[in-house]
DNA sequence: CCTATTGTATTAAAGAACTAGTACACTACA
DNA sequence: TGTAGTGTACTAGTTCTTTAATACAATAGG
């Protein structure tokens, strides 16, 4: 048998009847697979129209998906030649990290000591959260 | 002096520039005001009205985010008699508190990693944010 | 009872969000 | 230089969200 080429790329799919737009679902799923080892720095996502047709729906909505995943510095695309993992976690301060991380814990925190969860619950739970994660730490060619 | 009833209120207040609808801005507050002490279980919600007149709004508008708090768990209310700040979170089995919880951290958990962060800088992101909350625990008459 | 006070239901209007159609612009490479 | 492949811009239409106007229903207390 040929070697098969061990092409990074991921299985997407949409589920219409979620009430998450498209756009989300898409983004959501490149989050999950870069958190997951799927995809990794430098990693080329699948084309706005091969992506389009996957998924049949419009490439704009695909576009719209890469944007803000350029936004918030996960993806960079080259017009013309596409679209691909960052490299840009790697060259934020260490200000912006905490800033940045500071917005997505905030809110949470709040929400979990309304509900009455004490902090070390909600510590236990991201502990659990992360090791469940086991990271795919595949041999890199 | 006359001495001071003790009510617990909070100043509510309304955005109309932040793009996040009122309601969303309502529950926020409370969700908050109850993390922070300032609100605790039993206590009662401004009325619908009330509130309404407050924030120059529609009385539909905060019960929307009454309703919502309802839905979550977070208050109880009797029709013809107010809002309260609900005991449930006390009644809540073992395994519904856990799965309440695993959804709130499982985006967070997803995003984070897709950041780059760490499991240490998330959990002592976490630590900070809860100390930084400084429960108010005024004595309870 | 009856009245004041509470939350609720129904409907409608304005605006924002979402997706798609179509045409454009940049890049790589033969 | 020209062609195929990439992302982008502009526009329009539909759907959903959000808020409000108005009328209804339940409770508490005289």
């Known amino acids: 048998m040929a ?4 092409r990074r790329s991921i299985q997407f799919s949409l589920d219409p009847k979620s009430g998450v737009p498209y756009y989300k679902q898409i983004i959501l799923q490149v ?15 699948p084309t706005v129209r091969s992506l ?11 576009a719209r998906a890469y944007n803000e995943l350029e936004i918030r510095g996960i ?5 013309g030649t596409g679209t691909f993992i960052s490299e840009k976690q790697l060259q934020l301060t260490e200000v912006e990290r905490e800033g940045a991380l500071d917005g997505l814990i905030r809110p949470l925190i709040t929400k979990a000591a309304s509900y009455g969860f ?20 595949d041999s890199e060619s």
């Open 75 to 79: 993806v960079t695309t080259q017009q």
């Open 52 to 62: 389009a047709v996957e998924l049949k729906i419009n490439p704009n909505t695909v």
């Open 118 to 137: 004490t902090m070390n619950e909600v510590l236990t739970a991201v502990r659990e959260g992360f090791e469940g994660m086991e990271h795919r730490e």
């Open 31 to 45: 989050e999950f697979a870069i958190a997951d080892g799927r995809f990794a720095t430098g990693d080329q996502l």
């Open 3 to 6: 070697p098969v080429i061990e």
